[in-house]
C-alpha cells in the first residue's frame, strides 16, 4: 500500500528540521560565546605571546647544547682550561655564583641559552664538572641573552651575594611548590575555573604561550618561583582531561617583572 504525505505533514516535518538546525547553531554560537568569553577573562590580566616562550618549543635544542657543551669541557683539569674551554665553545661567563676552595660555580650564556657550569675542585685542580639547566639567573645573564651585541667583560665574585642565583638553593622549595599546585588543580573544569584557583593560591598568570581548541599554556608566578601550566582539553566540551605544571627556562618579560627580576 502506497503512503501520501499529506502537505500538513509535509510541512510539519519541515517546521521540526529547521527548528533542530537553529538549535544546534544556537549551541555552537552559545559554545563559542562561551570560549571567547573565557579566554578575554584569562587575557585581560596577562599578555599573549604566542609560542615564543614555551619551553616545549626549545627542550629538545636546549638539550642538545647541554650536551656539546658537556663535552666540550669534559677532562678539564684547571680553572683557566674551563674558562678558556667555555669561550672556545662561544660561551661568555656572566655571573659567579660560587667561588671556594672546593667547588666554583659559573653562568654561562651563548644566543638565548644559559646554563649553569659548576665544577668541583681540589687544590686548584678542578675534579669533576657538572652543566645544569639555568632557571634563576643573574640580571647580568639576562642581558646578554637577551642582547645581540652584549661584550663579554671581566666578572667579579660577590661573596655577599654568594649562591644567590644558584638553582640549586630553590630547587626543593621549587619540586615541593610543583607537586602541591598539580594536587590543588584536579581535571574535569574548564580554563577560566584554573584561573580562579591559581589566583586564590596567590599566583599571577604572566604570559599566555599557546591558545587553541584541545591546548591552553600559560606561565604563572609566585614569589621566587615560576611554572608553565599546560592544561589539555577536550576539543567539543573545552573540559580538561590533563594538566601538566614544569619549569619556566624561557620566561616571557612580564613573567620577569613579576618574579622582580627586572
Same mark, same amino acid.
Given at each position: 500500500?502506497?503512503?501520501?504525505?499529506?502537505?500538513?505533514?509535509?510541512?510539519?516535518?519541515?517546521?521540526?528540521?529547521?527548528?533542530?538546525?537553529?538549535?544546534?547553531? #544556537?549551541?555552537?554560537?552559545?559554545?563559542?560565546?562561551?570560549?571567547?568569553?573565557?579566554?578575554?577573562?584569562?587575557?585581560?590580566?596577562?599578555?599573549? /605571546?604566542?609560542?615564543?616562550?614555551?619551553? =616545549? +618549543?626549545?627542550?629538545?635544542?636546549?638539550?642538545?647544547?647541554?650536551?656539546? #657543551?658537556?663535552?666540550?669541557?669534559?677532562?678539564?683539569?684547571?680553572?683557566?682550561?674551563?674558562?678558556?674551554?667555555?669561550?672556545?665553545?662561544?660561551?661568555?661567563?656572566?655571573?659567579?655564583?660560587?667561588?671556594? /676552595?672546593? /667547588?666554583?660555580?659559573?653562568?654561562?650564556?651563548?644566543?638565548?641559552?644559559?646554563?649553569?657550569?659548576?665544577?668541583?675542585?681540589?687544590?686548584?685542580?678542578?675534579?669533576?664538572?657538572?652543566?645544569?639547566?639555568? @632557571?634563576?639567573?643573574?640580571?647580568?645573564?639576562?642581558?646578554?641573552?637577551? /642582547?645581540?651585541?652584549?661584550?663579554?667583560?671581566?666578572?667579579? %665574585? !660577590?661573596?655577599?651575594?654568594?649562591?644567590? %642565583?644558584?638553582?640549586?638553593?630553590?630547587?626543593?622549595?621549587?619540586?615541593?611548590?610543583?607537586?602541591?599546585?598539580?594536587?590543588?588543580?584536579?581535571?574535569?573544569?574548564?580554563?577560566? !575555573? %584554573?584561573?580562579?584557583?591559581?589566583?586564590?593560591?596567590?599566583?599571577?598568570?604572566? =604570559?599566555?604561550?599557546? &591558545?587553541?581548541?584541545?591546548?591552553?599554556?600559560?606561565? &604563572? &608566578?609566585?614569589?621566587?618561583?615560576?611554572?608553565?601550566?599546560?592544561?589539555?582539553?577536550?576539543?567539543?566540551? +573545552?573540559?580538561?582531561?590533563? @594538566?601538566?605544571?614544569?619549569?619556566?627556562?624561557?620566561?616571557?618579560?612580564?613573567?620577569?617583572?613579576?618574579?622582580?627580576?627586572?
Amino acid at each position: 500500500m502506497k503512503t501520501f504525505n499529506s502537505p500538513k505533514t509535509i510541512i510539519m516535518t519541515a517546521l521540526l528540521a529547521a527548528f533542530s538546525l537553529s538549535s544546534a547553531s #544556537l549551541a555552537l554560537a552559545e559554545d563559542k560565546a562561551a570560549n571567547t568569553a573565557e579566554m578575554q577573562a584569562l587575557e585581560s590580566s596577562t599578555t599573549m /605571546d604566542n609560542e615564543a616562550w614555551r619551553d =616545549s +618549543k626549545r627542550m629538545e635544542q636546549y638539550g642538545g647544547e647541554k650536551t656539546m #657543551l658537556e663535552k666540550a669541557l669534559a677532562d678539564t683539569t684547571s680553572v683557566d682550561q674551563l674558562r678558556a674551554r667555555l669561550h672556545k665553545a662561544g660561551y661568555v661567563i656572566t655571573s659567579i655564583n660560587q667561588q671556594s /676552595d672546593n /667547588d666554583l660555580e659559573y653562568e654561562v650564556v651563548k644566543g638565548n641559552s644559559s646554563f649553569e657550569v659548576k665544577a668541583d675542585t681540589d687544590n686548584h685542580r678542578i675534579t669533576g664538572i657538572t652543566v645544569s639547566n639555568n @632557571i634563576w639567573r643573574a640580571d647580568e645573564t639576562k642581558r646578554a641573552m637577551t /642582547d645581540a651585541d652584549y661584550k663579554d667583560g671581566e666578572v667579579m %665574585y !660577590d661573596k655577599d651575594q654568594a649562591g644567590k %642565583y644558584s638553582d640549586s638553593k630553590y630547587m626543593d622549595s621549587w619540586g615541593d611548590e610543583k607537586n602541591a599546585l598539580e594536587a590543588a588543580m584536579p581535571v574535569g573544569k574548564k580554563v577560566a !575555573d %584554573y584561573q580562579k584557583m591559581l589566583q586564590d593560591k596567590g599566583y599571577q598568570i604572566t =604570559s599566555i604561550n599557546d &591558545v587553541d581548541d584541545d591546548n591552553v599554556e600559560f606561565e &604563572v &608566578v609566585k614569589g621566587d618561583h615560576s611554572f608553565e601550566v599546560q592544561l589539555d582539553r577536550d576539543p567539543s566540551t +573545552k573540559i580538561v582531561n590533563e @594538566i601538566d605544571v614544569s619549569t619556566n627556562v624561557w620566561q616571557s618579560e612580564e613573567t620577569e617583572k613579576a618574579l622582580g627580576q627586572e
